[in-house]
């Protein structure tokens, strides 16, 4: 597809995003970056426990100003 062209049906559209993302991806050549340590050695994610009650209660401390998407959640769990 020309570089400018309109598109309008779902289709095109995916070939289009499909053509781009195609163009920028790079084949995993399996080689991870250095990150330096952020947290203790000793600290990981293996005791991280998420409940309906635990996030029913951060949700209920979110500010209401905050837009919200359609789901009726605020913008901010979709920015992070």
Same mark, same amino acid.
């Given at each position: 597809? %020309?570089? +400018?062209?309109?598109? *309008?049906?779902?289709?095109?559209?995916? @070939?289009?995003?499909?053509?781009?993302?195609?163009?920028?991806?790079?084949?995993?050549? +399996?080689?991870?970056?250095? *990150?330096?340590?952020? &947290?203790?050695?000793? &600290?990981?994610? %293996?005791?991280?426990? *998420?409940?309906? @009650?635990? #996030?029913?209660?951060? #949700?209920?401390?979110?500010?209401?100003?905050?837009?919200? %998407?359609? +789901? +009726? *959640?605020?913008?901010?769990? /979709? /920015?992070?």
């Amino acid at each position: 597809m %020309d570089s +400018g062209s309109f598109v *309008f049906n779902d289709v095109s559209k995916a @070939e289009v995003f499909n053509s781009y993302f195609n163009s920028v991806n790079v084949d995993d050549d +399996g080689t991870l970056p250095d *990150f330096p340590h952020r &947290v203790k050695a000793n &600290v990981n994610l %293996d005791a991280v426990e *998420f409940t309906t @009650e635990k #996030i029913r209660k951060v #949700i209920k401390k979110l500010k209401p100003k905050l837009t919200r %998407d359609p +789901g +009726g *959640f605020h913008l901010i769990w /979709s /920015s992070s």
